[in-house]
Structures are given as C-alpha cells and as structure tokens.
C-alpha cells in the first residue's frame, strides 16, 4: 500500500492551500484517514481525522479553518486549509489505517510528507 501526498506550497497568511492523498496497492479497506503534521523542533500532532463513515475530529487550533474530506470510491482524503498561519507551516503527512486485500489483516500507512510554508 503507498501513500501519495500532494499540494503543499507557499503561501501567505490568510491564504489558503488543499492537500490531498491518494492510497493504491491491494486495498481491501480503508478504516480512519488522518493528516498529522511536524513543525521545525516540534512533535508530529494529529490535526484531522474522518473515520470510515466520515465523522471528523480535529485540533483546537485549526477548528473552523481546515476541513478534512475523503472519497471513498478512489481512496482518497483531503485537507482544506483556509485563513492560513505562520503557525501552521508544517511538513504534513497523510495517515490511513487500510485492510489488505489478500490477509484481509490491518495496517497503519503513511504518506511522504507535503511542506506547508507560511510566509509573507
């Protein structure tokens, strides 16, 4: 299973910017998909899920700004990210938790990561 992340970039502050990630491989199933990302000299945090039936959950910090979204049918999921901050400048990664087709067994997938800059 690979994770492809994309749509980073720089961007001003109050700008806006959409990330998406496409899973392929032997997918049977494709539970939670999350993004997480790592500032320069911080932990990776989680800052959005949608679970397998599209409820979402997300940090404080980014309510009412980002939106997470997933299509089921091509395996994907996205991250709106409007009114952007400095403080959201960040390598953000994609997260999935996918059953494969052939063992049927569960595994937690990463994407490569996508660089958000925030500058003016």
């Known amino acids: 299973v690979q994770l492809q992340a994309s749509g980073g970039g720089l961007v001003q502050p109050g700008g806006s910017l959409k990330l998406s990630c496409a899973a392929s491989g032997s997918i049977f199933k494709i539970n939670a998909m999350r993004w997480y990302r790592q500032a320069p000299g911080k932990q990776r945090e989680l800052v959005a899920t949608?679970?397998?039936?599209?409820?979402?959950n997300y940090l404080d910090s980014v309510k009412g700004r980002f939106t997470i979204s997933r299509d089921n049918v091509k395996n994907t999921v996205s991250l709106q990210m409007n009114s952007l901050e400095p403080e959201d400048t960040a390598v953000y990664y994609c997260?999935?938790?996918?059953?494969?087709?052939?063992?049927?067994?569960?595994?937690?997938?990463w994407g490569q990561g996508t660089l958000v800059t925030v500058s003016s």
């Open positions: 997260n999935a938790d996918v059953a494969l087709t052939t063992t049927r067994t569960w595994g937690s997938y």
């Open positions: 949608i679970t397998g039936g599209g409820s979402t």
